[in-house]
């Protein structure tokens, strides 16, 4: 497995390695590489569905995206299907996917089947490095603090964010508690979560007073510094780490032909990677941690 810097400010891209016959070895140092890179490109020569679910499975459990047909745990993401001038991408608008939700998605991937010639980039943020770079008395103010999620336009959204598309049938009164700052599950390693998106306040903290704190941490998290982009091409899998990332897709035009066209398969994962079961802790990604705080508040 060979593996180089992205172009930006974090993020690695691997070859010479093939997703359908990697050894316990090799996905340990894949995974070794996205947690400490937040986001890892792999260089493939294309993979069916059925191998890309086989790739995913060894990285953790598939979360069901479409129901319905064969493959639930694939989203087809396409600008053919969608009128993107009447339309506007919800995927357009920084976020941590699944955090609307009590269990919230450990490793989000997308394997690119069509590219168009130029736009349609995925933004990312490093949140870890955003929290290490805090000063120590606004790390310890925001400790234990914890966060209001429902889908839906964030309380801080960002300038140019798109609105959100909701699941199918989604209750919108339905909401999550997660940890404004919280542990990587397997590293241990402190990091922001989610500081916009879907965050709609602070338990126990005024309406006001919480977008004021949330807007300061958002001023300092989406720096140059902290921000890195991946054009796709044709055949990548590109994967992120959804509990020190935020990421947001960008703006594309309608898909009329073949050099405009854009086709990603979308696996979301959550849980422990087989091989490092041992080290994983799940309660580091429960909310039912915080259910005490919140109705005591």
């Not at 919280?182 to 126990?204: D, F, M, N, S, W």
């Amino acid at each position: 497995m060979k593996n180089e810097r992205l172009e930006g400010q974090f993020g690695a891209v691997v070859s010479e390695l093939d997703p359908e016959s990697m050894t316990d070895s090799e996905v340990k140092s894949l995974l070794n590489l996205l947690y400490e890179q937040r986001v890892v490109v792999v260089k493939t020569n294309g993979l069916s569905k059925f191998g890309y679910i086989a790739f995913a499975k060894r990285l953790g459990t598939p979360i069901p995206l479409s129901g319905g047909n064969e493959f639930q745990e694939i989203a087809e993401i396409s600008n053919r299907a969608t009128d993107t001038k009447k339309k506007r991408l919800g995927a357009a608008h920084w976020h941590t996917d699944q955090s609307f939700r009590s269990t919230v998605s450990s490793i989000t991937m997308l394997h690119s089947i069509h590219v168009p010639a130029q736009g349609g980039e995925t933004r990312f943020c490093n949140m870890a490095a955003a929290y290490d770079a805090l000063p120590t008395s606004r790390k310890k103010q925001i400790e234990g603090l914890v966060g209001i999620h429902r889908h839906g336009v964030s309380i801080v959204a960002r300038p140019g964010d798109h609105v959100p598309l909701p699941p199918k049938g989604w209750d919108k009164t339905y909401t999550a508690y997660h940890p404004l700052v919280r542990e990587h599950p397997v590293t241990r390693q402190k990091t922001l979560y989610a500081v916009t998106g879907t965050i709609q306040g602070i338990v126990g903290m005024a309406e006001s007073v919480a977008a004021e704190l949330l807007e300061e941490l958002c001023q300092h998290t989406f720096h140059e510094r902290f921000l890195t982009s991946y054009a796709h091409y044709k055949h990548d899998i590109v994967m992120w780490d959804n509990p020190t990332t935020m990421h947001s897709a960008t703006e594309i035009e309608q898909g009329t032909n073949t050099s405009n066209t854009r086709l990603l398969w979308r696996i979301s994962l959550k849980g422990a990677p087989l091989v490092y079961e041992h080290l994983y802790d799940e309660n580091l990604l429960d909310q039912s941690l915080y259910r005490a705080q919140v109705s005591n508040a």
